[in-house]
């Protein structure tokens, strides 16, 4: 048996509807939830069910309900505890020697950016997916992400790449690339660039695709430029990206700790109504002056505050 504590995959609205009835059936417990259609409980097993259409399953019985309910009578498909297998045959390219490449902070008004590059193989990718790696953005327990972050690092050794630009770096970069755009390139072609010092015989590197092609391909330099850069939408999906989002998430949860220790202030994640809140709070106590050694001064929420 598979010994998972938590499952993630998508669900049509039909889908969601019928596993709601399945549930009400069997006695669960329902509540609601910001952003989700339902949450469910039942004895080791809590179920969310999102509007966006990802569905969440935690607990120690996750196992249990995934492969005697979920996927026998709603999915209709058998996948788990057999990723690896399915991988091989929907996406082979995925276990051959490459790159992957995403970032961390982007959205996030206080903290850093962070962008991370892993190089993974054969062996390694199989590793990382029996390991669960996924996309970090699937991910909410910051624990798990640091649990996560761990056992890549000791697969991935000398096999990956970070580069952090702290927000009062981050500031004077925006300023002086003037577009956000070109300042992603920048950090996505400088960690390509400082894995490949790793690891030279890298031949091709997969990221998200977040602005024209182009825009990264003129921020290599010479070396990296001989490579292989495929740029599309739902990166993530490849599992050196995944890897490369986790270890991202992790430095960026690290880097934004160290932050509020430094100038003993919370600081939320995200951009929404808790960061407005917490900036206007430490604006209050007349600490106006370390917005920009904390936050990215170009968010809309910079100009709320002050």
């Not at 850093?112 to 790696?133: F, I, M, Q, R």
């Not at 996924?134 to 056992?151: H, P, R, V, Y």
Request: aromatic letters at 8%; charged letters at 25%.
């Amino acid at each position: 048996m598979t010994n998972i504590k938590s499952y993630v995959c998508s669900i049509s609205v039909q889908q969601s509807e019928q596993l709601h009835s399945l549930l009400s059936q069997r006695g669960w417990q329902f509540d609601s939830l910001p952003y989700a259609r339902w949450r469910a409980r039942h004895l080791n097993v809590n179920v969310v069910s999102y509007e966006s259409g990802k569905l969440t399953v935690q607990g120690a019985g996750t196992a249990d309900f995934v492969q005697f309910l979920l996927e026998p009578e709603v999915l209709k498909e058998a996948r788990l505890g057999y990723e690896n297998e399915l991988a091989k045959i929907e996406n082979p390219e995925m276990f051959e020697p490459h790159a992957g490449i995403d970032e961390s902070g982007k959205g996030d008004f206080f903290g850093p950016l962070v962008v991370a590059c892993c190089y993974t193989e054969k062996k390694s990718a199989e590793k990382l997916l029996d390991y669960g790696v996924c996309d970090s953005k699937s991910i909410g327990s910051d624990k798990k992400i640091l649990a996560l972050d761990e056992k890549i690092r000791l697969l991935c050794a000398e096999q990956f790449s970070l580069v952090c630009i702290g927000p009062e770096a981050y500031n004077r970069m925006y300023d002086s690339f003037a577009n956000l755009n070109r300042l992603l390139a920048w950090g996505h072609a400088k960690a390509l660039e400082n894995l490949l010092e790793k690891q030279p015989d890298c031949r091709k590197a997969i990221s998200d695709q977040f602005a024209r092609p182009a825009l990264v391909q003129n921020a290599l330099r010479e070396r990296a430029r001989k490579i292989k850069l495929v740029q599309r939408t739902k990166a993530e999906s490849d599992i050196a990206v995944a890897a490369a989002s986790i270890l991202a998430r992790a430095e960026f949860v690290r880097r934004i700790a160290a932050l509020e220790q430094t100038y003993q202030v919370k600081l939320p994640k995200g951009a929404g109504a808790p960061v407005l809140r917490a900036g206007r709070e430490i604006v209050k106590q007349n600490k106006a002056d370390i917005l920009p050694k904390i936050a990215k001064m170009h968010f809309k929420t910079a100009q709320q505050i002050q």
